[in-house]
């Protein structure tokens, strides 16, 4: 008899975990929900600003307002004399 009754707390105690494992996937998956909102608005706003020439520094790489590549901005060598 005591054998049932101690099977009968345990089950009862992996249900509660149960259901407490499932309270926090559903959290979990709430989560993950809002951090994928939250990463389209932002590859959202960022092709929006590559699109305007308000934002020039986060262009494509091959964007000049000249059509020329510029020089290094990182302080390396110029590229063409022009550059110098």
């Given at each position: ?17 149960v ?12 989560e993950?929900e ?39 901005a990182a ?10």
């Amino acid at each position: 008899m005591e054998h049932v009754e101690r099977q009968d707390e345990r089950e009862q105690e992996l249900r509660s975990e149960v259901d407490d494992l499932e309270q926090q996937g559903d959290e979990l998956e709430g989560e993950a929900e809002k951090v994928d909102q939250q990463i389209n608005e932002t590859r959202d706003e960022f092709e929006q600003k590559k699109q305007s020439s308000e934002a020039p520094g986060i262009q494509d790489d091959d964007w000049s307002p000249t059509g020329e590549p510029p020089g290094d901005a990182a302080g390396g060598a110029p590229r063409t004399e022009e550059d110098e």
